[in-house]
């Protein structure tokens, strides 16, 4: 592998948690926060993480459970999806809301980081990007699939950043009426995104998801790094 990864501490008030950090072939770049789904900084995240890095960012994915389990590493179905989704309940999304603003703070600090800090999040942590980015703690957020969005429009106003979204069209979870109405609220800003993927569900992005849809990652992909590439 041409990147070099570790887990590092995220210091969190008098606290602390950790993250998987992947650092690009040139040891330097802008940095991309990688905010996990419901089964933890899991082999899926952790590679979305070294891909990242292969494009250049200093990628950062944060344990944002650490709060309620530490480092748990979840596959996708039975038991380890409703473990998921118990963990997800359990935790105060104010409070995750405010790791990922320790996870850039941390990142800004590291010699490594160059440029500004984005984040990409996948489905919870598509969620979470968009409320960090209303918290103004990002540069720029970008959120595939990001559940529950629809129901916290009133935070799009305090949205001062760039912000990119991909939806599956055949998304259950998110229907193309709730797309509907986050595009609404984003209406007329040249600083939003959004990308609806034909044929694609819930996951497309995760290879080892049954879900997955090489074409929409790769498409999606692409226009993820556009966006960094351009609005960062």
């Given at each position: ?133 209303a918290q103004g703690s990002l540069d720029g957020a970008i959120a595939y699939?990001g559940g529950g969005i629809q129901n916290s429009l009133d935070e799009a ?76």
């Open positions: 592998m041409s990147t070099t990864s570790r887990w590092i501490d995220i210091p969190a008030g008098n606290e602390s948690f950790g993250g998987y950090l992947a650092l690009p072939k040139g040891g330097k770049g802008p940095a991309v926060i990688i905010l996990q789904e419901i089964f933890g900084v899991n082999s899926h995240i952790r590679s979305v993480a070294d891909q990242y890095a292969q494009d250049g960012y200093v990628a950062l994915a944060p344990d944002v459970f650490w709060r309620v389990q530490p480092r748990v590493e979840l596959t996708y179905d039975g038991a380890d999806r409703d473990k998921g989704i118990e963990l997800m309940q359990k935790l105060k999304i104010e409070d995750a809301v405010t790791d990922v603003g320790y996870a850039a703070a941390a990142l800004r600090a590291l010699p490594e980081v160059t440029g500004k800090v984005a984040a990409i999040g996948y489905c919870f942590g598509g969620r979470l990007a968009y409320l960090a980015a699939y106003a305090k949205i001062k950043v760039p912000m990119q979204f991909h939806y599956g069209e055949l998304d259950a979870h998110i229907p193309l009426s709730a797309v509907g109405q986050v595009q609404e609220r984003f209406a007329g800003r040249t600083d939003a995104d959004f990308h609806i993927y034909a044929n694609a569900d819930h996951g497309f992005n995760c290879s080892d998801r049954a879900s997955y849809n090489q074409h929409a990652a790769a498409l999606a992909h692409g226009r993820t790094l556009t966006f960094l590439g351009e609005r960062l």
